[in-house]
């Protein structure tokens, strides 16, 4: 069993930064991906980025959607149980409740996910 919890959300406005969080908990294994994704007021979820990683090494492979590459930044804690998700240049389309997950393949699509957190809401707004 694997727990996360996401943090960082927030009320912003165009051109700001954010630094979403999630922190996990519970079992490690020895290739993990965590991946972010998010889903704007009916729309479907969609995939942001994520970071696969092997136990014991200290960084990853990262990926991203066309739509925040340049923007946005995935990355972990070497230290700890923590995966980040930077957010620069915001804009209102990124308006969305953002979630991690967890799994041990890498994948774009959010039903290949056995692990979610419970989301974090982020709005972008003048």
């Known amino acids: 069993q694997v727990s996360l919890v996401e943090s960082g959300g927030g009320l912003v406005q165009p051109g700001d930064s954010l630094r979403l969080s999630c922190a996990a908990s519970?079992?490690?294994?020895?290739?993990?991906?965590v991946g972010w994704f998010r889903q704007a007021q009916g729309a479907e979820r969609e995939f942001v980025a994520a970071i696969k990683w092997s136990l014991g090494s200290t960084g990853g492979i990262t990926y991203y959607a066309a739509s925040v590459k340049g923007r946005f930044t995935i990355s972990r804690d070497s230290a700890r149980n923590t995966v980040y998700l930077r957010m620069n240049s915001l804009t209102p389309e990124d308006t969305a409740v953002y979630y991690c997950?967890?799994?041990?393949?890498?994948?774009?699509?959010?039903?290949?996910?056995?692990?979610w957190g419970q989301g974090t809401q982020v709005t972008v707004s003048a």
């Open positions: 519970g079992r490690t294994f020895s290739t993990i991906v």
């Open positions: 997950a967890a799994d041990t393949n890498y994948s774009r699509k959010p039903g290949d996910y056995d692990y």
